[in-house]
T-cell receptor, first 113, second 111 residues
Framework: DGGITQSPKYLFRKEGQNVTLSCEQNLNHDAMYWYRQDPGQGLRLIYYSQIVNDFQKGDIAEGYSVSREKKESFPLTVTSAQKNPTAFYLC????????????FGPGTRLTVL | SQKIEQNSEALNIQEGKTATLTCNYTNYSPAYLQWYRQDPGRGPVFLLLIRENEKEKRKERLKVTFDTTLKQSLFHITASQPADSATYLCALGDGGFKTIFGAGTRLFVKA
């Protein structure tokens, strides 16, 4: 089955620790995205990548880092510099420029203890 | 700053009726508008896209209108069913890679 996967589904982290969220797609999409969703708010863009080995900051990139070494993979690291990391994180991919539909993964819920 | 507004109050309707959800935006000139469905604890799923030069788009029981003068889109679900209960997100794009999402409106369809 073609699709986009995220792991783990639930993640718990102690304050001061870095944690990496996985995102993999087998849709052969060039573009990939990371969003954060908080209750009562729209999805906010953290980082996006248009092509392998290239990525751009979104609206709330501070405290996060990404890499895009392979077309199918776009991991997100939540660093200890992120002041309020508890949230639902969504990864998405699309085939090209923005008017193409975005395919979302199932999400990772991160809780900082 | 760019802003998308969707009704934060949940919409409750009876099965078989038409549900109408509203998306308003300010300080933005979108090239297109998208609607997504999101179930609790899951990622959004794309439903429809309408471009700035289109007034209306239909797909099965779904209809979207787009008024760039009013800066508003209406999303209709006809003959609604309990299975349509979900949160519906509006999203705007300018043709580049960045898309702006609204907070969504929760729809409850009662049997």
């Amino acid at each position: 089955d073609g699709g986009i996967t995220q792991s783990p589904k639930y993640l718990f982290r102690k304050e001061g620790q870095n944690v990496t969220l996985s995102c993999e797609q087998n849709l052969n999409h060039d573009a990939m995205y990371w969003y954060r969703q908080d209750p009562g708010q729209g999805l906010r863009l953290i980082y996006y990548s248009q092509i392998v080995n290239d990525f751009q900051k979104g609206d709330i990139a501070e405290g996060y880092s990404v890499s895009r070494e392979k077309k199918e993979s776009f991991p997100l690291t939540v660093t200890s510099a992120q002041k309020n990391p508890t949230a639902f994180y969504l990864c998405a991919s699309s085939s090209g420029t923005g008017d193409n539909e975005q395919f979302f993964g199932p999400g990772t819920r991160l809780t900082v203890l | 700053s760019q802003k998308i507004e969707q009704n934060s109050e949940a919409l409750n309707i009876q099965e078989g009726k038409t549900a109408t959800l509203t998306c308003n935006y300010t300080n933005y000139s979108p090239a297109y508008l998208q609607w997504y469905r999101q179930d609790p604890g899951r990622g959004p799923v794309f439903l429809l896209l309408i471009r700035e030069n289109e007034k209306e788009k239909r797909k099965e029981r779904l209809k979207v209108t787009f008024d760039t003068t009013l800066k508003q889109s209406l999303f209709h679900i006809t003959a609604s069913q309990p299975a349509d209960s979900a949160t519906y997100l509006c999203a705007l794009g300018d043709g580049g890679f960045k898309t702006i999402f609204g907070a969504g409106t929760r729809l409850f369809v009662k049997a």
